[in-house]
């Protein structure tokens, strides 16, 4: 499926292809959180990253989001998370451990997504306390990361597009 996304004002617009386009797995740790989930949560999508084509690359800003160690040093995330430095719209996440991957936030998209017969709520051990959780019957919940990838759960429930 062919993903359109933009910024909010209109700076940054790109696109990709994604054999995984359901937007069902919300993450509540405190990065995505904190720089694009006002629910509390976002949502990550999965594209292929060589079929990628970006406009208004000049308006574009990256945060590597710092993770504190128990020795008190933090660290740098090797996740490139890239935003409109005009809007503040948060765009897409790139990691080089998954080069051929790009992750477009789901708020980002401008393409009309399918809806998950199913969600995947994970890192609910960090989720803030104000943060309800709308489990429907189903839905998967884990306090950490899962061991099924986006490619998983659509190839679990043949949704692949």
């Known amino acids: 499926m062919r993903l359109e996304g933009s910024c909010h004002c209109g700076a940054v617009t790109f696109s990709l292809e994604s054999p995984h386009p359901y ?21 990550n999508l999965s594209g292929d990253a060589t079929s990628m084509a970006v406009t208004g690359h000049d308006h574009i800003s990256i945060y590597h989001a710092r993770f504190s160690e128990e020795d008190g040093v933090a660290e740098e995330s090797t996740a490139a998370r890239h935003f409109c430095s005009q809007c503040g719209s948060a765009l897409w996440l790139f990691s080089p451990e998954w080069p051929e991957l790009i992750h477009p936030f789901a708020s980002a998209i401008d393409t009309p997504l399918p809806t998950p017969p199913e969600q995947t709520h994970m890192m609910l051990g960090s989720r803030a306390p104000w943060v309800e959780v709308p489990i429907r019957p189903g839905d998967k919940h884990f306090d950490e990361y899962p061991q099924e990838s986006i490619a998983g759960w659509h190839e679990r429930l043949d949704l692949e597009k």
């Open 23 to 43: 937007p069902y797995q919300r993450c509540y740790c405190s990065i995505c959180r904190k720089t694009q989930g006002g629910g509390g949560y976002a949502i």
